[in-house]
Structures are given as C-alpha cells and as structure tokens.
C-alpha cells in the first residue's frame, strides 16, 4: 500500500506470514505455510528464497543486512542463532528458549522466554554475551 495516500495495494506473497521485516532490497518474514521457516522476497516480490529452514518464533536482522538472529523452536532443540547472509555460516549462541530480539546501537538484545533475563551481545559477534543490567535512576 502507497503510505501516502493509501492506493495501489500490491500482493507480493500468497504465503500465510507473519512478522515482516524489510531490510535494504528484501522483505523477510516467517512463512507459517512453510513451518514457520524464514523467507525473503524482493521488494518486488519476486525471487522468493528460504533462509532458514528451521521453525522460528522470532528473528531480526543486522541494519546492515549482514547478520540475521533468530530462534528456532523445534521442541527438540530450541536455540537463537546468528547466520552471516553474506557467508551462510550459523553459529549457536545460546540453546533454550529466547525472545524479543532487538538490535539497538552496535548491541543485540534478547530476554530469556521466563523473562527473568536480557541478553546482548555486539553485532556480528558470536561470543561474549553478557547479561543487561542497566542501572536504575532515581
């Protein structure tokens, strides 16, 4: 849909999705028709491609568009992952349940699914997550 005047809706995937996320010249998204794998589309909508063939609850991407984190929810051996887009390679950070992943500055950000911890890390790395403790202001 044009944002500026609200004309010319355009379908660029059949697919039932959810949570898009549009990044330099790709919209990517979980395809819940597709167990619940990670897709991306052209702006265009042409040239759909998997990236991630696990099932995925959440995932976000680097601003850059060169690091994509997610968590694959499999019930047998739930994780969240980095995967360099420019190499292909996948690296494990943490196995369990995760959530809510956020990239702010040069840091990702993610709560463990108890919510009794937040994560972060700097983009790109796949060591030396620390746990967030921002100090409380009076």
Known sequence: MNLNDGSTNT???DENTYAPVVNGEFIYFISISDNYSIKRIHLDGSNPETIINDSC???NISPDGKYLYYQVDDTISNRICIMNLETGEVTTLLDG???EIHIAGNNVYF???N???T???PIGATNG???F???VLK
Request: overall charge negative.
């Open 115 to 117: 919510e009794s911890k």
């Open 97 to 99: 349940d995760y959530k």
């Open 57 to 59: 609850s959440t995932f």
């Open 129 to 131: 997550i620390s746990t």
């Open 133 to 135: 403790n921002p100090p």
């Open 119 to 121: 994560y972060y890390l």
């Open 111 to 113: 709560s463990d699914f």
């Open 11 to 13: 379908l660029y995937s």
